[in-house]
Each structure stands twice: as structure tokens, then as C-alpha cells.
């Protein structure tokens, strides 16, 4: 079968949901500088659209960058040592590995051709600088966009300042044939429509919005704020009440700059034209981290002031006035705005009270998640988990600064470990654990079980001697306070450890005994099922494949019982590494095959790099050499991909490096890099795609549609790319609102994504290879 790799990375820009308004000049001065300097910082006060600049030039430069282009906001992260992962994360780098993040990270660009924008980075600065410092040092193809109030100052740095939108010279006459000679106008004329779509101007007022622009200093969100007020004022009444504003501004603060005095003036505006309800919205608003969703407000937001029944009217009032943005079902703040309204939260004395309310919510979310931990549902929790992350992260930073809540950390980290490692992201759930372990060491159960999910953290990251530690104080501890379900756990991974050893006898007899005591405990049927995926990997490596395949099938039968999907294609791998072992290649080929058409419904890379690497053993050994090379270089980027050294660690280091060794025999080194080299570039679809061997065409178009989507799903994700909100595709549908929303809910689960803009990508994709 041919090889024909297509970029295995495009990116994850969002989707523009209004129109982008000028800035011709500063478009085509960052695309000439990115041409000749790999760090470009666009630097410019608040709300004068850094970010949606950032975001164009990255989208006009997609071409130009075969691995992607990658938008990283850092405005929710607060914890530094959280950049590196964050960013790792957003280009598709899973944490499997106890390397520091960024020298994996630093390692998975080194051969890359990418542009990485990192948004908002004032208070992150220093380490902002470090990283980029790192990545362009290592990696020759990458290119950073940073938007900041403030320059990294890091060598080699260009800045680029970006000014307020071009302004009508005041002596000349406005009118709308001179509409385009003025971005400042156009700006708010365009959403001045969108607030008021059916207005007129006479030929008088153009001079008012002239000036309007001119009294707002050309920032674009200042200008927005006023264009919504046109539906209830008209313009020289925004002209003077601003005037009244920017008076009492003055007198006020005669230190700020001209630019932040307009900014706040107009937001203090906007304030002020909030009825008290909304105000006290506002800032509660600000608790939040990222996105957020309508229960979440009712939840956390509601009391005291507002009465739960008027929440939907006060969210919908500050949509209204552009303070808070609709994203499908979600809804977020811009920066600028959350700040504000975390200063009159702050000046409110309700901060602590807020931040209780807000980790409790997520607290509850979390917990809730547990029971479908294991489940039917396990990919839909893991999805909702995802949209909640930045939250989820806010709520345990809080805890960790209140005296008493490290325990709370325990129980929001373990809940539902699975969910850590399902995305890749083994290192933040050790990093909040080790803090948390760190801070509080009152001996409870919720400190035994926070002891057992670090330790598999560590186990899966292939730090042994760590992993150990933690273990034996985690099986120290449940001695001590008698608890069964700590000391199966930790019994259970002890087998693990051996099992990465080589040591497969105690491997399986470790293991077994923990799910012996599973049983007797009623322990989730999940973990029953995971232990005897392990189980069934030793008994194959050394060569007991009779029990293996007991293994194999019966957990193979708890997934099918329990409907615990995520786990099926292990098992699947599993019965296929042992056909292989029994020298049955073509049931192993077609029991692997299986396993990874899951693949497709999950995110589960590790399994999908451990099902192309055993293919490739099978293909050596049924003399397919080319093919089994070829799949050896897929492997290999699958699992560079996951940041882990697994195949270097037994069983997977029994049989890869002979089989490498095999092939480089078999064929030449020469030979062997070249067909090498066509499966390390191939993208995980197109990996898979091989691997099955599929045609290209097939290959292609199986990855565009990798849950199935129904007719009328791949038309709603057609919307969501355009920009719509559910309301407006179900009216362009003619469906109700609810429908739409549960298209777009069943899309996400179906293709295992956690926003909107990742529904759009894929459409638009799809779209273009069409």
C-alpha cells in the first residue's frame, strides 16, 4: 500500500463569530515580520484588540506552517508551572513521560513547522520568556506570536505596537462615502447593526459617529461597548453622557494614560448603565475561569442579591451590552471585562465567599463525573471535565490558598482519575496531588487514595523508583487506617511496577490477588477490567498465552457487561498481542485491526501507539518488511507524541528492539530509514489509516468521519464553523433550540472534542479536502 501523509497538525484557531473590521496595514507589517523573525510580540493597552489581531494573522498564515497553527490563552492560567503543559497540551503532546515538560515539549517542535500563539501573557511574563526562549533555541522551523501589555524581552524579539483603529481627520466632512477611510467607523457602524439591525442614519449623524470615534480614541472595545447603546440612545447622548464619564474620570485619576483613562471611562459606562442586578452579576461573573455555563451561574452566582429566577434575564441583559460573549451553550468574558469585575468583586467583600461557591460547583461536577467513571457515559463526563478544565484548575488553586482544603485537591483530582490520563495529562494531575500531599498530611482515606493515583500517575510516566514511594506510604497508610480498597490499589500497581520490570510471575500474581480483593470489595468494574488487561500483557511476554487469552476475554466480558467502551480496545490489544505470541498473525491482524477502528471513537493514543507498534512486529514476522519499518516510524512518532519511553521498558522493549534490529538486517540501513521515514510523518488518521491498511482516499475520508456522524450532525457542524449560535441554526434549520443544542452535544461526544471551535476546525477541514 502506498503512504501519502497529509499535515499531521492544523491547528485550533476559533472560529470568527463576527466580522474583522481593518487593520490592513498591522496585518501586513506581522505577516512581513514573521517572515523574518521568529518571536513577534504585539504589544498595546487593554481592548485594543491584541488578541483578534493575533488570531487573523494566525489564520492568514495557516498555509504557511504544514504542522499548524496553535492558539494557546493564557488569560484562565494562573500557575506557572503550568505553562509548559498547557502548551504542550494544545499542540497535541501528551504528558506520559517524567521528563520536565519542557524539554519534552522542547523535543516533540525540534523537527516542527509551526506558529504558536501564546495570548495574554502580562502576568506570566518571565516564564513566558523562558519558554519561548527554549523552543526557538531548539527548534529552527517554529515561530511564536505573543500578545501582551509588555514585551518578553527575550533576545531576538521583535514588537510590534498596535495602535487604536485609524480615525476621520478632523477636518474633513463625514459622510458614508467616506465609511472606509476610517477603521474606527466601520468598526462601529458594523456592530452598531448588529445591535440595532434596522437602522438608518441621516446625513447629520455621520459627523456625531465621527466624533463619537474620535472621543473613544479608535479602541476597538471601547467602540463596541457605545455601539449596543444605540439601542436605546442615540449617538449624541452616548456622546454626552461619555463626556459626563471621561469629566468625572479626570478629576478622579490624572496619572492614568489618555488611552487606559478611555477604557475604563467607557467601561465604568457600561457599569453604570447596568441595572444593580447586573452589576452584582458582573462581578460575580469574574470568579470564573475560561468558560462557563448557565447552571454554573444559577449555581454559584445566584442568592443574596439575585434570586435564582432572575439569572437567565440578567446573563441574557449583559450578552445585550457585549459584557458577556455567547459561545454555543457557554458563555466567557473578555479579559479586560473579567478584571474589572473581579476589582468590584474585590471591593464587594464577597471574593471568598464567591470562590467557595465556585469550588464547591466544580467540586460537585467532579464527583458527579465519578459515577460514570467507568460507565456508558465515562467519554461524554470526560468531554464536560475538559470544557470545565480552567475551572476546575481555579477551584484547586483556591483550595491550596485556604487553610484546610487540601483534602478537597485529594478528592477533585482522584474522583475520576481516569480523566488525567485519558487526555494526557499525567503530569498536572501529579503536580496538583504533590501539592496538595504536600500541604496536608492528616492520614485519611482521602489522602490513601490521593497516594495510589499518584503512584499510577508516576507508574504511567515510567518513574519507577518514584512510583514506589508513593506506594509504599500509600499501603503504610491503608494498613493503618484498615482500608481494603488503598491496599488492593496498591497491590494492583505494585504488579504494575514488576510488570515494567520484566519481573511477569509477580507481575500477574500481584495483580491477580488486587482483583481478587476487588471482587470482595465491589471495586468499580473498571478497574477488574484494566488489572486483566496487564495481566493478560505479562502472561503473553512470557509466553503463558493460554492464560492470557482467560485474561483477555474476561475483561473483555466486563466491558461488554458494564459498558466500559473506553476499555474494550485494550482488552482487543491485549488478545491480539497474544495471537501474536501463539504465532496466529492473521487472527492478531484482525483482532488489532478492531481495536484500533475504536480508536475512533476515543482519544486513547497510547493504545493506538501500542496497536501500530505490535503490527508492525506481526508485519516483520510474516516477512513484510518495508510495511513493518514503515510502521515501526508511525509508532515511533505515536509514542514521541505521548512523551514517553515506553518502548524502551519491558515487555515492549522484548520485541521492538529485535524486530528493529530484524529489519535493519533484512533490508539495509538505508532502506530501512527511507520506509522509516514515510510512517514517522504521518499524522495519527493517516497512521491508522496504514495501519489497517486502507487506501488513501479511504483513509482520508474514514478520518473525517470517525464517529459517524448523521446527515444532519455533519450540517449543524457546517453551521457551527460558520460561526452560528444554536439559536440561529435552528432557526436557519427550522428546529428547536433544544434540538440544536443536542446535534451539537451528540457532535462533540461523537468526535471526542470539548469546544465548539474544535467541531469548526474539523468541518472546515472536511470542507477543504472535499
Given at each position: 500500500?502506498?503512504?501519502?501523509?497529509?499535515?499531521?497538525?492544523?491547528?485550533?484557531?476559533?472560529?470568527?463569530?463576527?466580522?474583522?473590521?481593518?487593520?490592513?496595514?498591522?496585518?501586513?507589517?506581522?505577516?512581513?515580520?514573521?517572515?523574518?523573525?521568529?518571536?513577534?510580540?504585539?504589544?498595546?493597552?487593554?481592548?485594543?484588540?491584541?488578541?483578534?489581531?493575533?488570531?487573523?494573522?494566525?489564520?492568514?498564515?495557516?498555509?504557511?506552517?504544514?504542522?499548524?497553527?496553535?492558539?494557546?490563552?493564557?488569560?484562565?492560567?494562573?500557575?506557572?508551572?503550568?505553562?509548559?503543559?498547557?502548551?504542550?497540551?494544545?499542540?497535541?503532546?501528551?504528558?506520559?513521560?517524567?521528563?520536565?515538560?519542557?524539554?519534552?515539549?522542547?523535543?516533540?517542535?525540534?523537527?516542527?513547522?509551526?506558529?504558536?500563539?501564546?495570548?495574554?501573557?502580562?502576568?506570566?511574563?518571565?516564564?513566558?520568556?523562558?519558554?519561548?526562549?527554549?523552543?526557538?533555541?531548539?527548534?529552527?522551523?517554529?515561530?511564536?506570536?505573543?500578545?501582551?501589555?509588555?514585551?518578553?524581552?527575550?533576545?531576538?524579539?521583535?514588537?510590534?505596537?498596535?495602535?487604536?483603529?485609524?480615525?476621520?481627520?478632523?477636518?474633513?466632512?463625514?459622510?458614508?462615502?467616506?465609511?472606509?477611510?476610517?477603521?474606527?467607523?466601520?468598526?462601529?457602524?458594523?456592530?452598531?447593526?448588529?445591535?440595532?439591525?434596522?437602522?438608518?442614519?441621516?446625513?447629520?449623524?455621520?459627523?456625531?459617529?465621527?466624533?463619537?470615534?474620535?472621543?473613544?480614541?479608535?479602541?476597538?472595545?471601547?467602540?463596541?461597548?457605545?455601539?449596543?447603546?444605540?439601542?436605546?440612545?442615540?449617538?449624541?447622548?452616548?456622546?454626552?453622557?461619555?463626556?459626563?464619564?471621561?469629566?468625572?474620570?479626570?478629576?478622579?485619576?490624572?496619572?492614568?494614560?489618555?488611552?487606559?483613562?478611555?477604557?475604563?471611562?467607557?467601561?465604568?459606562?457600561?457599569?453604570?448603565?447596568?441595572?444593580?442586578?447586573?452589576?452584582?452579576?458582573?462581578?460575580?461573573?469574574?470568579?470564573?475561569?475560561?468558560?462557563?455555563?448557565?447552571?454554573?451561574?444559577?449555581?454559584?452566582?445566584?442568592?443574596?442579591?439575585?434570586?435564582?429566577?432572575?439569572?437567565?434575564?440578567?446573563?441574557?441583559?449583559?450578552?445585550?451590552?457585549?459584557?458577556?460573549?455567547?459561545?454555543?451553550?457557554?458563555?466567557?468574558?473578555?479579559?479586560?471585562?473579567?478584571?474589572?469585575?473581579?476589582?468590584?468583586?474585590?471591593?464587594?467583600?464577597?471574593?471568598?465567599?464567591?470562590?467557595?461557591?465556585?469550588?464547591?460547583?466544580?467540586?460537585?461536577?467532579?464527583?458527579?463525573?465519578?459515577?460514570?467513571?467507568?460507565?456508558?457515559?465515562?467519554?461524554?463526563?470526560?468531554?464536560?471535565?475538559?470544557?470545565?478544565?480552567?475551572?476546575?484548575?481555579?477551584?484547586?488553586?483556591?483550595?491550596?490558598?485556604?487553610?484546610?482544603?487540601?483534602?478537597?485537591?485529594?478528592?477533585?483530582?482522584?474522583?475520576?482519575?481516569?480523566?488525567?490520563?485519558?487526555?494526557?495529562?499525567?503530569?498536572?494531575?501529579?503536580?496538583?496531588?504533590?501539592?496538595?500531599?504536600?500541604?496536608?498530611?492528616?492520614?485519611?482515606?482521602?489522602?490513601?487514595?490521593?497516594?495510589?493515583?499518584?503512584?499510577?500517575?508516576?507508574?504511567?510516566?515510567?518513574?519507577?523508583?518514584?512510583?514506589?514511594?508513593?506506594?509504599?506510604?500509600?499501603?503504610?497508610?491503608?494498613?493503618?487506617?484498615?482500608?481494603?480498597?488503598?491496599?488492593?490499589?496498591?497491590?494492583?500497581?505494585?504488579?504494575?511496577?514488576?510488570?515494567?520490570?520484566?519481573?511477569?510471575?509477580?507481575?500477574?500474581?500481584?495483580?491477580?490477588?488486587?482483583?481478587?480483593?476487588?471482587?470482595?470489595?465491589?471495586?468499580?468494574?473498571?478497574?477488574?477490567?484494566?488489572?486483566?488487561?496487564?495481566?493478560?500483557?505479562?502472561?503473553?511476554?512470557?509466553?503463558?498465552?493460554?492464560?492470557?487469552?482467560?485474561?483477555?476475554?474476561?475483561?473483555?466480558?466486563?466491558?461488554?457487561?458494564?459498558?466500559?467502551?473506553?476499555?474494550?480496545?485494550?482488552?482487543?490489544?491485549?488478545?491480539?498481542?497474544?495471537?501474536?505470541?501463539?504465532?496466529?498473525?492473521?487472527?492478531?491482524?484482525?483482532?488489532?485491526?478492531?481495536?484500533?477502528?475504536?480508536?475512533?471513537?476515543?482519544?486513547?493514543?497510547?493504545?493506538?501507539?501500542?496497536?501500530?507498534?505490535?503490527?508492525?512486529?506481526?508485519?516483520?514476522?510474516?516477512?513484510?518488511?518495508?510495511?513493518?519499518?514503515?510502521?515501526?516510524?508511525?509508532?515511533?512518532?505515536?509514542?514521541?507524541?505521548?512523551?514517553?519511553?515506553?518502548?524502551?521498558?519491558?515487555?515492549?522493549?522484548?520485541?521492538?528492539?529485535?524486530?528493529?534490529?530484524?529489519?535493519?538486517?533484512?533490508?539495509?540501513?538505508?532502506?530501512?530509514?527511507?520506509?522509516?521515514?514515510?510512517?514517522?510523518?504521518?499524522?495519527?488518521?493517516?497512521?491508522?489509516?496504514?495501519?489497517?491498511?486502507?487506501?488513501?482516499?479511504?483513509?482520508?475520508?474514514?478520518?473525517?468521519?470517525?464517529?459517524?456522524?448523521?446527515?444532519?450532525?455533519?450540517?449543524?457542524?457546517?453551521?457551527?464553523?460558520?460561526?452560528?449560535?444554536?439559536k440561529e441554526i435552528a432557526a436557519t434549520l427550522v428546529i428547536a433550540q433544544r434540538t440544536a443544542e443536542g446535534h451539537v452535544e451528540h457532535i462533540l461526544e461523537k468526535l471526542?472534542?470539548?469546544?465548539?471551535?474544535?467541531?469548526?476546525?474539523?468541518?472546515?477541514?472536511?470542507?477543504?479536502?472535499?
Open positions: 500500500m502506498s503512504v501519502r501523509a497529509t499535515p499531521r497538525y492544523r491547528g485550533d484557531l476559533p472560529v470568527e463569530v463576527t466580522s474583522f473590521v481593518g487593520r490592513r496595514r498591522e496585518l501586513s507589517e506581522a505577516r512581513r515580520l514573521l517572515g523574518r523573525t521568529r518571536l513577534l510580540t504585539f504589544v498595546g493597552a487593554g481592548g485594543v484588540g491584541k488578541t483578534r489581531l493575533a488570531r487573523r494573522v494566525a489564520a492568514d498564515l495557516r498555509r504557511a506552517f504544514p504542522d499548524g497553527v496553535w492558539l494557546v490563552d493564557l488569560a484562565p492560567l494562573q500557575d506557572e508551572e503550568l505553562l509548559a503543559p498547557t502548551v504542550a497540551a494544545t499542540l497535541g503532546l501528551a504528558d506520559w513521560s517524567v521528563q520536565p515538560s519542557l524539554d519534552s515539549l522542547v523535543d516533540f517542535v525540534s523537527d516542527k513547522h509551526l506558529l504558536i500563539v501564546l495570548d495574554n501573557c502580562e502576568h506570566l511574563l518571565d516564564v513566558c520568556a523562558a519558554l519561548a526562549d527554549g523552543l526557538l533555541s531548539a527548534a529552527a522551523n517554529v515561530r511564536i506570536l505573543v500578545t501582551s501589555r509588555q514585551p518578553l524581552g527575550v533576545g531576538g524579539e521583535t514588537v510590534l505596537d498596535v495602535p487604536p483603529m485609524s480615525l476621520p481627520a478632523p477636518d474633513r466632512p463625514m459622510s458614508e462615502r467616506h465609511l472606509d477611510e476610517s477603521e474606527a467607523v466601520r468598526l462601529f457602524m458594523e456592530r452598531a447593526a448588529e445591535a440595532v439591525p434596522d437602522l438608518a442614519l441621516a446625513e447629520g449623524d455621520w459627523e456625531a459617529v465621527a466624533r463619537l470615534c474620535r472621543r473613544l480614541d479608535g479602541i476597538p472595545l471601547a467602540i463596541e461597548l457605545a455601539a449596543v447603546r444605540l439601542r436605546s440612545l442615540s449617538i449624541v447622548q452616548i456622546i454626552d453622557r461619555l463626556d459626563d464619564r471621561f469629566g468625572l474620570l479626570t478629576r478622579g485619576s490624572r496619572t492614568a494614560m489618555p488611552r487606559q483613562q478611555t477604557l475604563r471611562a467607557t467601561v465604568e459606562w457600561s457599569h453604570d448603565l447596568c441595572s444593580p442586578g447586573e452589576r452584582t452579576l458582573w462581578a460575580r461573573l469574574s470568579i470564573f475561569s475560561g468558560g462557563f455555563d448557565l447552571p454554573a451561574v444559577e449555581q454559584v452566582c445566584g442568592g443574596d442579591a439575585i434570586a435564582s429566577e432572575d439569572i437567565f434575564e440578567l446573563v441574557a441583559a449583559l450578552v445585550d451590552k457585549s459584557l458577556v460573549r455567547r459561545d454555543g451553550a457557554r458563555y466567557r468574558m473578555l479579559e479586560t471585562i473579567r478584571q474589572y469585575g473581579r476589582m468590584m468583586l474585590a471591593e464587594s467583600g464577597e471574593e471568598t465567599t464567591l470562590g467557595r461557591r465556585h469550588r464547591d460547583h466544580y467540586q460537585w461536577v467532579v464527583m458527579r463525573s465519578k459515577e460514570a467513571r467507568f460507565g456508558p457515559d465515562q467519554l461524554r463526563w470526560y468531554a464536560r471535565l475538559r470544557l470545565d478544565h480552567a475551572n476546575i484548575r481555579a477551584a484547586m488553586d483556591f483550595c491550596l490558598t485556604e487553610p484546610g482544603e487540601a483534602q478537597t485537591v485529594f478528592r477533585m483530582v482522584t474522583a475520576n482519575w481516569p480523566y488525567w490520563i485519558y487526555y494526557g495529562i499525567l503530569g498536572e494531575g501529579l503536580h496538583w496531588l504533590s501539592l496538595a500531599l504536600k500541604k496536608d498530611s492528616t492520614p485519611t482515606a482521602a489522602r490513601a487514595k490521593a497516594l495510589w493515583v499518584a503512584g499510577r500517575l508516576a507508574l504511567l510516566q515510567s518513574d519507577l523508583s518514584g512510583a514506589e514511594l508513593l506506594l509504599r506510604d500509600c499501603a503504610d497508610l491503608a494498613k493503618k487506617l484498615g482500608d481494603p480498597s488503598a491496599e488492593a490499589h496498591a497491590m494492583e500497581l505494585f504488579g504494575v511496577a514488576e510488570l515494567f520490570k520484566g519481573n511477569y510471575a509477580e507481575a500477574i500474581s500481584l495483580q491477580e490477588e488486587a482483583v481478587r480483593r476487588y471482587r470482595v470489595i465491589g471495586e468499580p468494574p473498571g478497574a477488574c477490567a484494566v488489572a486483566l488487561y496487564r495481566m493478560a500483557l505479562a502472561a503473553s511476554a512470557s509466553g503463558r498465552t493460554d492464560r492470557a487469552e482467560a485474561f483477555c476475554k474476561e475483561s473483555l466480558a466486563i466491558c461488554e457487561n458494564h459498558g466500559t467502551h473506553l476499555y474494550r480496545p485494550l482488552a482487543l490489544w491485549a488478545l491480539g498481542f497474544n495471537e501474536y505470541r501463539r504465532g496466529d498473525l492473521r487472527e492478531a491482524v484482525a483482532t488489532i485491526g478492531e481495536s484500533l477502528r475504536l480508536q475512533r471513537h476515543s482519544n486513547d493514543q497510547w493504545n493506538t501507539a501500542q496497536c501500530v507498534e505490535v503490527l508492525a512486529w506481526i508485519a516483520s514476522a510474516g516477512g513484510q518488511h518495508e510495511h513493518a519499518a514503515t510502521l515501526l516510524g508511525a509508532a515511533h512518532t505515536l509514542w514521541r507524541s505521548l512523551g514517553t519511553s515506553m518502548p524502551r521498558t519491558p515487555p515492549f522493549v522484548d520485541f521492538h528492539d529485535p524486530c528493529d534490529s530484524h529489519l535493519h538486517e533484512t533490508l539495509g540501513d538505508e532502506a530501512f530509514a527511507a520506509a522509516f521515514q514515510r510512517g514517522a510523518i504521518l499524522g495519527p488518521d493517516e497512521a491508522i489509516g496504514y495501519a489497517l491498511n486502507e487506501s488513501p482516499r479511504r483513509s482520508r475520508r474514514t478520518t473525517r468521519a470517525p464517529s459517524a456522524l448523521t446527515s444532519r450532525e455533519q450540517q449543524v457542524a457546517g453551521l457551527v464553523a460558520q460561526g452560528m449560535t444554536n471526542g472534542f470539548a469546544s465548539r471551535a474544535q467541531i469548526a476546525s474539523w468541518a472546515t477541514k472536511n470542507s477543504e479536502a472535499d
